[in-house]
């Protein structure tokens, strides 16, 4: 779509004892069409910047709409931290700090003032041992939105959903049940074809067990929940694949058939995309009333501070955003 404005990207600095501070600051020297607006504590991305030789401009955001950037330059909104930072010592008092700056993209996305929020990698394990229960971006932006939402992550040449987040394995097959499969086929099929243009999405569903079930005899999820559920979808109309054998429906042949693949959990599917395309995935938020990408790694705790982070794939949340909001019509 045609329009003046650039797109506001509410950008959150993760984890302030991590390197996301400093992808902030390398993301605002690029030449990126849009808007970012850093969502954190305001002197911590200067001194990243400083670190990297960065000459960045900042300014506190106004909520107005521009039409053009300089390189060099970002908005912010200061979300001060608690405690001192020292890079690459996690600190139970700046869990709140982190879960602040969250709510203030989600908040600001759901009332218009962001058209996409972009988020740098945040800690878990620190944020739960403050006393905070989190799970992941995911489900804290699912819970804020009030919707159903599917974990997406997607490479140049792969994209992999999944059917099922942040479980411990064990929980696994106890969370595939036919109605959750419905839902998330659903959400992944439309926001394919909504946000990312694919008229009519051919997507690859893995089974749960080796060889998918090896016919009931390696576990009956396949036959008795997963098979039923894509018969009815395909009678939907939806081009579906499956139950297929995790082993080998990632082959290089197979790849090429699908828009995507839905994974029934997090280590099944993502190894693989991580593997062909580490540093230019993307983590997006499929089913919320907004766009929300990531990046596709965690919070380096041992390269913080050392001006040695690697912004590509930040970069590449970023862009793909702004691509996702100008491809949706009623974005700006």
Not at 122 to 129: E, F, L, Y
Not at 286 to 310: C, E
Request: glycine letters at 8%; a negative charge; one cysteine or more.
């Amino acid at each position: 779509m045609s329009t003046p404005w650039l797109p506001r990207l509410a950008v959150t600095a993760g984890e302030p004892a991590g390197i996301g501070p400093e992808l902030v600051a390398l993301l605002a020297a690029t030449p990126i069409a849009a808007d970012l607006i850093a969502i954190g504590d305001v002197d911590l991305i200067r001194r990243a910047a400083a670190t990297r030789g960065l000459s960045i401009a900042f300014e506190a955001d106004d909520g107005q709409w521009r039409s053009e950037r300089t390189p060099g330059t970002l908005r912010y909104l200061d979300v001060p931290v608690a405690a001192p930072v020292v890079p690459g010592t996690l600190d139970t008092h700046n869990a709140a700090h982190v879960v602040a700056t969250l709510v203030r993209a989600a908040n600001g996305c759901l009332e218009g003032e962001f058209d996409a929020v972009v988020t740098a990698p945040v800690h878990k394990g620190i944020i739960n041992d403050a006393g905070i229960p989190f799970t992941g971006h995911t489900e804290f932006f699912a819970a804020r939105a009030r919707c159903d939402v599917v974990m997406m992550l997607a490479a140049p040449e792969l994209r992999v959903a999944l059917a099922t987040t942040h479980l411990p394995l064990a929980q696994v097959p106890a969370a595939i049940s036919a109605a959750a499969l419905l839902r998330t086929l659903r959400i992944v099929y439309n926001d394919l074809r909504l946000r990312f243009g694919v008229v009519n999405p051919h997507i690859a569903v893995l089974g749960l067990n080796p060889h998918a079930g090896e016919g009931g005899h390696l576990g009956r999820e396949e036959l008795d929940i997963m098979t039923p559920v894509l018969a009815a979808l395909r009678a939907e109309g939806m081009r579906l694949d499956g139950p297929l054998s995790a082993d080998t429906a990632f082959v290089p042949s197979k790849r090429t058939h699908y828009d995507a693949y839905l994974a029934m959990y997090h280590d099944q599917g993502l190894p693989v995309l991580k593997a062909l395309g580490f540093g230019d995935a993307v983590n997006v938020t499929l089913g919320l009333p907004f766009i929300r990408t990531s990046v596709d790694h965690g919070t380096a705790l041992d390269l913080a501070g050392s001006g040695r982070a690697d912004a590509s794939s930040m970069l590449a949340a970023a862009q793909m955003a702004t691509d996702l909001v100008r491809h949706n019509p009623a974005a700006l």
